[in-house]
């Protein structure tokens, strides 16, 4: 009689133990001390009206996946047909050029698009700087990852071609092509080169850069 007593009031203990966990907890993950504070996201997502894709909205699928650029020994080169070779800093380059931004959707020909808020310097202000030679007919980009691609200089000068340090209002993180990508408006994806190292003034009509060698159109017009 006495251990039926006490055999129930164990179970009785028991049930009230495994009822106040399960509350207890539920309380827990409900309660404001377990739930991330969600912070504001300097990322800007929307322009003028217009919604924008998100940084994290790329599919990260670069030759030798993302590099690490290394700012004390970085220079971004302009090269070739130029007066004047120069090899500016990354702080030289966004400190000294005037800065743009715009909207334009990048489109990968794996069949997927991210709108984003680009801002950087003229492409035509470094080429300036330079001296370039005027009747060049090609500009050449070459990136830390051994990644290339060519435009025609006439394109880069008709549709003031951006060099971005940013995107959506944050620097370029790593994996984005920091500290420079080119935004190549209106043509695929692989026109857009990121971790820009060097800009070479061309007549080299024949270049073709890392996948335009491997069968993609020179052009990349999008359709
Ligand atoms: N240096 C470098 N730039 C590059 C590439 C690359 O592999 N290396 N890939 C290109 C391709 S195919 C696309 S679609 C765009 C965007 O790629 P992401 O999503 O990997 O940033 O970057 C372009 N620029
Ligand atoms: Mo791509």
């Known amino acids: 009689m006495r251990s039926r007593k006490h055999l129930l009031l164990t179970i009785f ?11 207890g907890s539920w309380i827990w993950t409900n309660s404001t001390i377990n739930r991330p504070t969600i912070l504001n996201s300097a990322e800007i997502r929307e322009y003028k009206g217009e919604k924008l894709g998100a940084i994290g909205d790329f599919r990260e699928n670069s030759i030798k996946g993302p590099q690490n650029v290394n700012l004390s020994t970085y220079r971004l080169a302009v090269t070739g047909l130029v007066q004047d070779e120069i090899a ?18 990048i489109h990968c020909v794996e069949g997927w698009e991210v709108k984003i808020l680009w801002e950087g310097v003229l492409l035509r202000d470094l080429l300036e700087e330079a001296e370039y030679n005027r009747s ?13 691609t060519s435009l025609p200089l006439s394109y880069i000068l008709e549709n003031n071609i951006l060099l971005a340090y940013k995107m959506n209002g944050v620097e370029l993180p790593p994996e ?19 971790w820009v190292t060097r800009i070479e003034v061309s007549n080299d009509t024949n270049y073709r850069g890392y996948w335009e060698s491997r069968g993609f159109d020179d052009d990349a017009d999008l359709p």
Do not use: M, W
């Not at 049930?15 to 399960?22: C, D, G, N, Q």
């Not at 060049?136 to 290339?148: L, M, N, P, R, T």
């Not at 500290?179 to 695929?188: G, N, R």
């Open 88 to 105: 500016l800093t990354y702080n030289e380059t966004v400190d000294g050029y005037a800065h743009y931004e715009k909207v334009v959707t």
């Open 136 to 148: 060049a007919q090609v500009v050449i980009f070459y990136a830390q990852d051994g990644y290339s």
């Open 13 to 23: 203990c028991l049930a009230v133990i495994i009822v106040a966990i399960f509350v």
């Open 176 to 194: 984005r092509g920091f500290p420079f990508q080119l935004v190549a408006e209106s043509k695929f994806g692989y026109k857009g080169i990121k």
